[in-house]
Nanobody
Framework: EVQPVESGGGSVQAGGSLTLSCVVD????????IAWFYQRPGKEREGVAS??????????ADSVKGRFTISQDNVGIRVTVYLHMTDLKPEDTGLYYC???????????????????????WGQGTQVTVSS
């Protein structure tokens, strides 16, 4: 079974940086998109960034464009996806989840997607806290 495992959360001051990692073992073609979502207390889970495995197409939430970068490193059936976060703001505070699921097929290629219903496998989450 595909099981994402996150790491790298922590506490930083506003303006600081963090890099989250997500390892997905037993990657298969049915889970060709890896994404980061986050959830704040009392709020619904929101998409942050996603990337197609191997293809490298990316998608970002408007609130993180220019500040966050998603990237991947693939070795065999192990996929590692990184979320490099810079210029962090207090509103970035939350529990960050990594998820594996299906990309969107359009225009003859796979496209990254931030729709949570496309993701079947979820990690346990890693906490990011940004203080002002």
């Amino acid at each position: 079974e595909v099981q994402p495992v996150e790491s790298g959360g922590g506490s930083v001051q506003a303006g600081g940086s963090l890099t989250l990692s997500c390892v997905v073992d037993r990657y298969n073609y049915r889970s060709n998109s890896i994404a980061w979502f986050y959830q704040r207390p009392g709020k619904e889970r929101e998409g942050v960034a996603s990337i197609t495995v191997g293809g490298g197409d990316t998608a970002y939430a408007d609130s993180v464009k220019g500040r966050f970068t998603i990237s991947q490193d693939n070795v065999g059936i192990r996929v590692t996806v990184y979320l490099h976060m810079t210029d962090l703001k207090p509103e970035d505070t939350g529990l960050y989840y990594c998820a594996a699921g299906r990309a969107r097929w359009a225009g003859g290629r796979w496209l990254a997607i931030l729709l949570s219903s496309n993701y079947d496998f979820w990690g346990q989450g890693t906490q990011v806290t940004v203080s002002s």
